[in-house]
């Protein structure tokens, strides 16, 4: 059973850190691209960052580029976003997905269930 679990959301003041984390089972994770993104409250969903099976390649939305930082470590099958120099404007619920393939490219298969970031003083 494929399984993705986001942690590490919570309420943080503007210029603060969070770092999330996303556990993967159930799928060959090493094989796999992984992409973060969020929803804010009456917006879409959009991509915030994505990072290849391989761990070679990262990609990142234009408004977290400098402040977020996505890494995955293979052996513990296990995604994280760093987020530095938060704002307002990052307040959201955050998913984690699982791509289709090694590159960031291919379309999501699975999604996790969410963990809440409010960004707030």
């Known amino acids: 059973q494929v399984q993705l679990v986001e942690s590490g959301g919570g309420l943080v003041q503007p210029g603060g850190s969070l770092r999330l984390s996303c556990a993967a089972s159930?799928?060959?994770?090493?094989?796999?691209?992984i992409g973060w993104f969020r929803q804010a409250p009456g917006k879409e969903r959009e991509a915030v960052s994505c990072?290849?099976?391989?761990?070679?390649?990262?990609d990142y939305a234009d408004s977290v580029k400098g402040r977020f930082t996505i890494s995955r470590d293979n052996a513990k099958n296990t995604v994280y976003l760093q987020m530095n120099s938060l704002k307002p404007e990052d307040t959201g619920v955050y998913y984690c997905?699982?791509?289709?393939?090694?590159?960031?490219?291919?379309?999501?298969?699975?999604w996790g269930q969410g963990t809440q970031v409010t960004v707030s003083s």
């Open positions: 997905a699982q791509k289709m393939g090694p590159p960031c490219s291919n379309s999501v298969a699975s």
């Open positions: 990072i290849n099976a391989s761990a070679g390649s990262t």
């Open positions: 159930g799928f060959s994770f090493r094989y796999r691209a």
